[in-house]
């Protein structure tokens, strides 16, 4: 029975407030404004970090969690002039290598795999079709240490890579642009010069241009792969040295008028063995310790020369989404201050209402209603303007987020969670800035309020 009345009472008033907000329709949406924006940001802000999140997630599958990446630094093509008698052995570097592999492999105990890559621009033709492809020499670990899956077929075997049979891996899009509505296992492709039998074809994976922009990823569905020692022996090889006058740090060279003349080295260009060396260790907290030991390894090996560069791809990642916290951050406390405009200007309407409803306050208490009458009646007010603002900063926050991820590129993903979250921020900036202007309505004498002119 008492909460039968108590609900009579709640639908009577909240009829009682439309009414009164229906008759200020300006005032009670330049009053809503704030509640309006500042939802609207809410709901921005939280979809962003949806979509900041995901992207992350996506872009560590691509690159792992506990990878270092070490890419080597060609040699400029620029010749530099050396004057006789300067001691040029201390620049000299054999180039990163696969003895530097497995180097790092037997010697770093929390080094768990290494995928050393060697890659090569050529072309694949089958039955006439000419495609553009990277030709990439790995070892059989490369598909785990990248998180790449083989759908069809399997992985290299241990006699495949040590004979350096002529097999390959290929990615989704070769085999659909080259054996369209057909099965490319068991076939064979004839990349550049050499026919290579296909073993496997590994799973479509989705990289968006911009991740292989920022991370260097490449697009792996295009690529050919093969074992790394086959693309040594029958593609190319750039530790083979090539018989030619060379000085001590392995360029070539030749006299200006006499030998005793100043000599001009030329530049080697590529010397590095492999293009790029992956590092997958035991656990991440070991990473930025590994690195360190890895760099003074090279440094060594090198011979004190700088002619590689070593990177943790989730070192990149972390500060991609430390900036996207701030920009969370900035844009939290935009809605912040709006929704605190918001409360002060319901707080502002709703006393501003009270001085304008005093004798109609002083007539309901003469009449019988009560403190928590007068109470109900002007929270119900506040809440539903709150409301009605949130429902409409809902809106322009869904039409926002889908604005944004149009016009900047920015993934934005929306959730049930952030609008129930901004349907609660609503009601409760309602409440807590409707209590002062309902008090103050509830503690006028019934008397004094009808005698008020």
């Excluded at 300006?26 to 709901?43: C, H, M, N, Q, S």
């Excluded at 057909?182 to 026919?195: E, H, N, P, R, T």
């Excluded at 990473?287 to 030991?293: D, H, Q, R, V």
């Excluded at 005093?358 to 208490?365: A, L, V």
Aim: glycine share 8%; charged share 25%.
């Amino acid at each position: 029975m008492i909460d039968k009345i108590l609900l009579e009472k709640l639908k009577s008033n909240f009829s009682e407030a439309f009414r009164v907000i229906k008759t200020n329709k300006v005032r009670t949406l330049l009053t809503a404004l704030g509640i309006i924006f500042g939802v609207a940001a809410v709901i921005t802000m939280l979809a962003i970090g949806k979509g900041a999140e995901k992207e992350i997630l996506a872009q560590l599958e691509l690159v792992g969690v506990n990878n270092i990446v070490i890419t080597p630094i060609p040699e400029k093509d620029d010749d530099k002039t050396v004057d006789e008698g300067q001691d040029e052995t201390k620049r000299f570097s054999k180039g990163l290598d696969l003895l530097d592999a497995q180097s790092i492999l037997k010697n770093i105990p929390t080094v768990k795999h290494i995928s050393p890559e060697v890659i090569l621009d050529t072309y694949v033709i089958n039955n006439g079709r000419q495609r553009s492809v990277k030709l990439i020499g790995v070892y059989d670990s490369f598909f785990e240490v990248s998180n790449i899956a083989i759908e069809k077929g399997s992985n290299f075997s241990k006699r495949q890579t040590e004979n350096a049979l002529p097999v390959c891996i290929i990615g989704k899009s070769i085999e659909k642009k080259l054996f369209t509505g057909q099965s490319a296992l068991g076939k064979y492709i004839k990349v550049k010069d050499v026919w290579l039998q296909v073993v496997g074809v590994i799973k479509e994976k989705f990289i968006s241009t911009k991740a292989q922009e920022e991370l260097g990823i490449r697009d792996l569905n295009k690529d050919v792969y093969i074992p790394i020692k086959t693309f040594l022996v029958r593609y190319n090889d750039r530790k083979k040295i090539v018989d030619k006058p060379m000085d001590d740090s392995g360029g070539m060279i030749f006299f200006s008028g006499n030998q005793n003349g100043p000599k001009k080295r030329i530049s080697r260009g590529n010397y590095h063995q492999i293009d790029k060396l992956t590092i997958q260790v035991s656990n991440s907290n070991e990473l930025k310790a590994t690195s360190e030991i890895i760099s003074k390894m090279l440094k060594r090996k090198h011979n004190s020369v700088l002619d590689f560069e070593i990177s943790i791809p989730i070192q990149l990642l972390k500060q991609q989404q430390k900036t996207k916290q701030i920009f969370n951050i900035v844009l939290s406390i935009i809605a912040g201050i709006s929704l605190l405009i918001g409360g002060i200007g319901i707080m502002n309407i709703m006393l501003a209402s009270v001085l304008e409803r005093t004798k109609e306050i002083g007539i309901i208490r003469a009449i019988g209603a009560t403190k928590q009458d007068v109470i109900l009646q002007f929270l119900s007010e506040s809440v539903l303007i709150s409301l009605g603002g949130g429902i409409l900063g809902i809106l322009l926050g869904i039409f926002s987020s889908y604005i944004l991820e149009i016009t900047t590129g920015i993934e934005t993903i929306l959730s049930l969670n952030s609008i129930l979250l901004s349907f609660f921020v609503a009601t409760f900036i309602g409440l807590i800035f409707g209590i002062a202007p309902a008090q103050s309505a509830a503690n006028k004498r019934p008397i004094e309020a009808i005698r008020t002119e």
